[in-house]
């Protein structure tokens, strides 16, 4: 079912009074935000929290025990417009130890549909890989094997991935996860190049405080529940100490925005 035009203009994604559980526990209870077009949306919270199965009902894979999931202003069980939404998982996922692909291969596969033997190379789908290449700056590593590149550069591949379809909103699960920190400043860079220049709305879960602090407009923190929602410096020491059971010393301040 084709949606119309007149109902993709709202927000991006809403759960509205989300629970979803497994057997008698549930894993999220109550959940209600919403993910605004052009924002940068960060997802925080501990091991077990809700964040995984929190990805997985806002990409369709899963549905609400309770309350409801919509997609640009469409319930989520009736959308079919995922070409407007990219997804880009924590790794590889062991894809580049099975054959021998190279980066411009694992780019171009985001483009599949259904079996073509000539439809990745048709005039025009070549720009665009080419163009997504570009675009996270690994363009003169195309042809490099995806196994032979660093992980922070094969995070960036899963980003062009995505972005050959040129979605609306880009869904990251951890990106920043096994990579340095030179690697994750380039991964931030890009998001942020996306999210600012080209008005692609980020919704990202992370682990690392410092650079929700630093990249994100809007937070949720989730514990089953939403623990907080609203802008980065609005939190408090003690709400991010209650989120994950610890004392924290976070620092908040004007120059977290820097990027801004």
Same mark, same amino acid.
């Given at each position: 079912?084709?949606? @119309? ?20 526990? #549930? ?14 949306? %960060? =997802?925080?919270?501990? *091991? ?9 009902? &806002?990409?369709?894979? %899963?549905? +609400? ?8 202003? =469409? @319930? &989520? ?19 580049? !130890? ?18 073509? +033997? ?41 980003? &062009?991935?995505?972005? =050959? ?14 990579? #340095? &920190? ?12 996306? *999210? !600012? ?29 939403? =623990?907080? $929602?609203?802008? +980065?410096? $609005?939190? !408090? ?9 610890? @004392?924290?010393?976070?620092?908040? $301040? ?7």
């Amino acid at each position: 079912m084709t949606q @119309p035009k007149e109902s993709l203009d709202s927000s991006c994604l809403e759960f509205s009074n989300v629970t979803y559980r497994y057997g008698s526990v #549930d894993a999220l209870s109550n959940v209600s935000f919403n993910v605004e077009a052009g924002d940068f949306f %960060a =997802v925080m919270g501990p *091991n077990g929290s809700g964040k995984t199965t929190l990805v997985r009902l &806002a990409l369709g894979l %899963a549905n +609400p025990t309770a309350g409801e999931i919509r997609l640009f202003g =469409v @319930p &989520a069980s009736k959308f079919d417009r995922w070409d407007m939404v990219g997804y880009v998982p924590q790794t590889m996922d062991g894809i580049h !130890t099975q054959f021998p692909a190279t980066v411009r291969e694992i780019v171009a596969h985001g483009l599949y549909k259904g079996f073509d +033997p000539f439809g990745f190379w048709r005039r025009g789908r070549q720009e665009v890989v080419e163009r997504s290449l570009e675009v996270v700056g690994i363009e003169d590593l195309a042809d490099r094997r995806i196994s032979a590149v660093s992980v922070g550069q094969q995070q960036r591949a899963l980003i &062009a991935r995505s972005l =050959v379809r040129r979605p609306k909103l880009l869904v990251l699960d951890e990106p920043e996860a096994g990579v #340095d &920190a030179a690697g994750q400043e380039q991964l931030y860079s890009v998001l942020r190049r996306l *999210n !600012t220049e080209q008005g692609i709305t980020i919704l990202m879960v992370s682990h690392d405080i410092g650079a929700v602090l630093q990249e994100a407009k809007t937070v949720a923190c989730i514990n089953r529940t939403v =623990v907080f $929602h609203g802008p +980065p410096h $609005h939190m !408090t020491q003690k709400e991010i100490s209650d989120l994950y059971g610890l @004392p924290m010393d976070v620092l908040l $301040h004007d120059l977290m925005h820097e990027h801004r």
